[in-house]
């Protein structure tokens, strides 16, 4: 599975962004996927994670009721709506893909990474 990454980028605080993942391969289809980031300094935290249907989500409590993920089968990629954003959301946002569930050791495959980077 291959996984491409886009959408961070500079926000101020309070705005939103919207992250992609589109997820290729021959496994890639109805895969469970995952968001996790990495701000400056400090180790990769989970944010949330989606089964391979769409139909099950879990959040980290950081980012519940701030952030939701959604996936479109057809095109095999998961989206992280990042709304009410703070700063402390500044990060590396990778998506994986292989696993459901909060251990990024479960995952077998990661995307590159974007940097989201939000404003005071």
């Known amino acids: 599975v291959q996984l491409q990454a886009s959408g961070g980028g500079l926000v101020q605080a309070g705005g939103s962004l919207r992250l992609s993942c589109a997820a290729s391969g021959r496994a890639a289809y109805r895969t469970p996927m995952g968001w996790f980031r990495q701000a400056p300094g400090k180790e990769r935290e989970f944010v949330g994670t989606?089964?391979?249907?769409?139909?099950?989500?879990s959040y980290a409590d950081s980012v519940k009721g701030r952030f939701t993920i959604s996936k479109d089968a057809v095109l095999n990629t998961v989206y992280l709506q990042m709304n009410s954003l703070k700063p402390e959301d500044t990060a590396v946002y990778y998506c994986?893909?292989?696993?459901?569930?909060?251990?990024?050791?479960?995952?077998?495959?990661w995307g590159q990474g974007t940097l989201v980077t939000v404003s005071s």
């Open positions: 989606i089964s391979g249907n769409g139909g099950v989500k």
């Open positions: 994986a893909a292989g696993y459901y569930g909060s251990n990024s050791n479960g995952y077998n495959y």
